[in-house]
């Protein structure tokens, strides 16, 4: 260690708590970095539930929405597990452009190991930073939004609902809060019940708990269906619900008006330093 120059790291290191046999954490700052990428695909089926059968659905749901030539946007993409499900899922059609975008260099690493097709681009962005999605017939936000802050989650669903062709689809799936603070407490306690008959103790519970202060940001179901209405949606329905977390679909039909200008065209078409 340099004189003058503390290094904290060997001090942070001490101060992580395991939140999974193979990730640890700091209290409040949660990072999708090298050692969370290692074991995320197992970690997430721990963690969240019916993972796996809520992915399916998301491509099931899809089979409604993409045509040939259609592009199909992943907004917070991590390993790129929704990508990979969506192109095995219409393989048979043709020209479909998949765009999976995330600010976790290590995730889109792994996204593209997973994945690996010339149709696939993996964009190195974070998800505000992106002022249009041409040609979009399906976008898809899977836990994604929910680290978002309020203001900057309406702009993206904004662009989202401007930018979608007629008839396309908007899909996500979050984390909630209970609409009545009486059942708060009961969602979350079953939701930890589920976490620790996945294997998970009740330290990791926890320290993935206190990790998540501050990033994770949840809203009610009520208040994510508004933010959809406020920008324009008119078709929403929700196509899951368990406990505290659920999926809502939301197209776009012709009753609905365009919210915002095409801006500064910030896109990633004017960047292709950000293709990873």
Not at 33 to 51: M, N, T
Not at 185 to 190: A, G, M, N, P, T
Not at 204 to 232: F, H, W, Y
Not at 233 to 245: L, P, S
């Amino acid at each position: 260690m340099k004189s003058g120059n503390i290094d904290k790291t060997n001090d942070n290191n001490l101060n992580k708590e395991s939140v999974d046999e193979l990730i640890t954490a700091l209290p409040g700052n949660w990072r999708f970095d090298h050692e969370v990428v290692q074991a995320f695909d197992e970690h997430v089926r721990r963690s969240v539930p019916f993972y796996d059968q809520v992915q399916t659905m998301i491509s099931d749901i899809s089979e409604w929405f993409v045509r040939d030539g259609t592009t199909i946007y992943d907004l917070g993409t991590s390993t790129g597990e929704t990508i990979y499900r969506l192109k095995d899922k219409h393989k048979s059609k043709k020209n479909i452009r998949y765009i999976g975008i995330d600010n976790s260099l290590p995730m889109l690493e792994k996204a593209r190991i997973k994945c690996g097709d010339e149709n696939i681009q993996f964009l190195h962005q974070n998800i505000i930073s992106v002022t249009e999605f041409p040609a979009a017939g399906l976008i898809t936000a899977i836990y994604s939004l929910q680290f978002l802050p309020l203001s900057e989650r309406r702009i993206v669903v904004e662009r989202v609902s401007r930018d979608l062709y007629e008839g396309g689809a908007f899909i996500i799936v979050e984390k909630v809060r209970a609409e009545s603070s009486y059942f708060e407490d009961i969602w979350l306690e079953l939701y930890w019940d589920m976490k620790q008959s996945s294997g998970l103790n009740s330290e990791q519970v926890l320290s993935k708990a206190k990790s998540l202060r501050g990033i994770l940001m949840p809203l009610t179901l009520s208040e994510n269906i508004k933010i959809l209405e406020d920008s324009g949606f008119v078709v929403i329905d929700i196509f899951m619900k368990w406990y505290n977390f659920v999926g809502i679909v939301a197209v776009k039909t012709k009753i609905m008006q365009s919210i915002l200008p095409i801006d500064d065209k910030m896109s990633f078409q004017n960047h292709p330093d950000l293709i990873v």
